[in-house]
């Protein structure tokens, strides 16, 4: 074959391959390199139609002749990190792309790859400081300031990651993520701008079912129509899982006369072959309590024996919590040991009174995890039961748990006070939530404007540093202590307002490293018999174990009680008025 056929069959690879002809691009180039032998270029070409054919061995395979070939190309490395990214080596992928940077340090592709990637795997100050960088020569590039914008969000810096996505729309007002990113921000601080700010994204998005969630929210904040919005979408949409979800949860919290399961119903009515909705449907009812329903529901869908892993867990966890545990025991026994069985199986061995065994389930899980909260949580109480002396450890140490003030006059508690009883918009408890008789807010509290909550942040980032600068020393194996030196951001964040009667339920908060509760307005009856006061340590009451707190804590307005996040914790009932707090989970 002659060389300018082969420029043609290579030509004709890359034009398929634009076009999304992904097989017929890597036919042409495989009788490209049966000519030509290991051309670099052609290699990288056929790596890349590997990948979005999804043969990963055959791409790497590519990449790795393409890089033997010219060693110190920068975009072959750069696909070959993306590659190793998506088969889910960060470690190799950044290794890749920090090789590609110390010979080229001026490689932009490769430099903005690296801060996406740092970014997924949590080091948040080097992917700014990677995009930083990139923006000294690059200032009008505005997908450096959207994704500038998103790791200011997942930082917690919402007014920077305001401005970030502000100055990507300024360079490029029809860039989607950037809209998308705006509104979202807007919809989080809770500002009227929320609203429009869907509206544009919509407008040039189309279709995008995340965007109209967003904007469902923003009609709420600002009045209402959303719940109606969302419940036709899913009527037309009945596989539509996250709208469901969503629906449920928003009529839930209006306190609606309609089920809130409803439109799950109506949809498995129209689908009934749909595995994935059913689940849906019996998760959302596990989450808002209603174990035996779920049970009910699933055995509808799967009479007889049940044998599907996925299914066998649900019925598990579903049987233990409605207290069939002989049922639950029959399921569990025909798992296997992955990891999150035996959690599961761990609580269950607890609720049967069994802390030994439980102990053996979970203490593989929490020592090779200090991540896994859900773990740690149910150990401590298994620890405790059993007399272990690690528990003393794990929960005991002088100062993993306290108090402080807030230092904030009476007139702006009060001040306080009137702006969150302005943003408790539901009329019940969300699905899935720990309190009871009572409204939680949305979005995240102290990402807001408003002057009294900038100075709460303000107050609570002290008492939080305090907090963490008096902790006992490091330990790599403790769950807290191992981020004892380490710089902190608050994650979710908002207002609880329980009213007579109101309580929290013993519960535990996966995702943070430090829990709290902040007070700003309390009943009279706190003051008597410890009504309204918060419990650390003691045991959820569905598990029947007897275990009191290991401290109670009187709530005073202005004062601010931390904990960490894996154990146990609730309130106590009063009988009358309002007990209005602010809550936090702390992250590092």
């Not at 750069?78 to 190799?92: C, E, K, P, R, T």
């Not at 509290?445 to 008096?470: N, Q, Y």
Request: proline share 5%; hydrophobic share 45%.
């Amino acid at each position: 074959m002659s060389q300018i056929d082969v420029n043609a069959l290579f030509g004709r690879a890359e034009t398929a391959f634009q076009a999304g002809r992904f097989d017929a691009a890597r036919k042409d180039l495989s009788v490209v390199l049966r000519v030509m032998g290991d051309h670099p270029q052609v290699l990288h070409l056929l790596a890349l139609c590997e990948m979005r054919l999804g043969h990963a061995s055959a791409a790497m395979s590519a990449f790795r002749k393409a890089l033997i070939a010219a060693p110190n190309d920068p975009q072959i490395s750069s696909n070959l990190a993306n590659l190793l990214d998506q088969q889910g080596d960060s470690v190799g992928a950044l290794q890749c792309l920090d090789r590609v940077l110390q010979r080229f340090p001026n490689a932009v592709d490769a430099r903005f790859n690296r801060a996406l990637l740092r970014q997924r795997v949590g080091d948040l100050p080097e992917a700014l400081r990677d995009l930083d960088q990139l923006l000294v020569t690059h200032r009008d590039d505005p997908r450096l300031w959207e994704a500038r914008g998103a790791i200011n969000r997942q930082r917690g810096d919402f007014q920077g990651a305001a401005a970030d996505y502000d100055r990507a729309l300024e360079l490029d007002p029809g860039r989607t993520i950037a809209l998308h990113g705006a509104a979202r921000i807007a919809l989080e601080r809770g500002q009227a701008s929320a609203l429009p700010a869907y509206r544009r994204a919509i407008a040039v998005a189309g279709d995008d079912p995340t965007l109209l969630l967003g904007l469902v929210e923003a009609m709420e904040l600002e009045g209402g129509g959303g719940i109606e919005l969302l419940a036709a979408r899913v009527a037309s949409q009945p596989d539509w899982i996250e709208g469901h979800a969503n629906l449920a949860r928003m009529r839930a919290e209006a306190g609606s006369d309609i089920d809130f399961t409803q439109s799950f119903v109506e949809a498995i009515d129209q689908l009934p072959a749909d595995r994935a909705l059913k689940m849906a449907y019996w998760r959302c009812l596990a989450l808002a309590g209603r174990y035996q329903d779920a049970l009910t529901a699933l055995d509808g869908a799967h009479p007889g024996v049940v044998t599907d892993p996925e299914l066998l867990l649900m019925e598990a966890v579903f049987a233990s919590e409605a207290g069939l545990l002989d049922r639950a025991d029959s399921a569990f026994a025909k798992l296997g040991a992955e990891a999150d069985v035996d959690l599961a199986r761990g609580r269950h061995a607890l609720r049967k009174g069994d802390p030994a065994l439980a102990v053996a389930l979970l203490e593989p899980l929490a020592l090779g995890n200090p991540g896994l909260v859900t773990a740690w949580a149910h150990l401590s109480l298994g620890w405790r039961l059993t007399g272990d002396p690690r528990h003393d450890w794990l929960c005991g140490q002088p100062g993993l748990y306290g108090t402080s003030d807030v230092e904030l006059e009476g007139h702006e508690l009060d001040a306080l006070a009137d702006q969150l009883r302005d943003l408790h918009l539901t009329r019940a408890h969300p699905i899935g939530q720990s309190l009871r008789g009572g409204t939680q807010t949305r979005g995240r509290l102290l990402a807001r404007d408003e002057p009294i909550i900038g100075l709460l942040r303000e107050r609570l980032a002290k008492a939080v540093g305090r907090h963490l600068s008096a902790l006992p020393p490091i330990d790599s194996a403790h769950p807290l202590l191992r981020f004892r030196d380490r710089n902190f951001a608050f994650a979710g964040s908002w207002s609880v307002r329980l009213c007579d009667r109101g309580y929290h339920v013993h519960h535990v908060h996966p995702e943070g490293v430090l829990s709290s509760a902040c007070y700003i307005a309390l009943p009279d009856s706190v003051a008597q018999e410890q009504q309204g006061w918060l419990e650390i340590g003691a045991a959820p009451a569905e598990l029947s174990l007897g275990l009191s707190p290991i401290a109670v804590i009187e709530p005073r307005p202005g004062r601010l009680a931390l904990f960490p996040s894996y154990l146990f914790h609730g309130t106590r009932p009063f009988p009358s008025g309002e007990r209005l707090t602010v809550a936090f989970d702390v992250v590092v």
